[in-house]
């Protein structure tokens, strides 16, 4: 298994943004799909961007559709969520994942995603 380290949560006001990061170690970061989720209080973990193993490809999910974006770097060993326009609703606690064996594409079930990290709080004020 791939070991995760998210960071770059904290508070900002409605419309602003922040910059989430993903730090990797262990196996060969390159050879993981990667996505993000996000659990609010009371709710359920939820899929909110994958990437493929390359960077090629990207999929998102549709509330941050057009707001946040999703980016890696291989040589590095991380990944990368801007998240631009935030709103309330998007404060949650978020979580990078790593995919089971790199094989399933789009990738944003929770059970197809094999390692994560402790999660980072993002908070969002009106």
């Known amino acids: 298994q791939v070991q995760l380290v998210e960071s770059g949560g904290g508070l900002v006001q409605a419309g602003g943004s922040l910059r989430l990061s993903c730090a990797a170690s262990?196996?060969?970061?390159?050879?993981?799909?990667m996505g993000w989720f996000r659990q609010a209080p009371g709710k359920e973990r939820e899929f909110v961007a994958a990437?493929?193993?390359?960077?090629?490809?990207?999929y998102y999910a549709d509330s941050v559709k057009g707001r946040f974006t999703l980016s890696r770097d291989n040589a590095k060993n991380a990944m990368y969520l801007q998240m631009n326009s935030l709103e309330p609703e998007d404060t949650a606690v978020y979580y990078c994942?790593?995919?089971?064996?790199?094989?399933?594409?789009?990738?944003?079930?929770?059970?197809?995603?094999?390692?994560w990290g402790q999660g980072t709080q993002v908070t969002v004020s009106s």
């Open positions: 990437i493929s193993w390359s960077g090629s490809s990207t």
């Open positions: 994942a790593a995919d089971r064996n790199g094989r399933i594409w789009p990738i944003y079930r929770l059970r197809d995603f094999g390692s």
């Open positions: 262990g196996r060969t970061f390159s050879a993981y799909n």
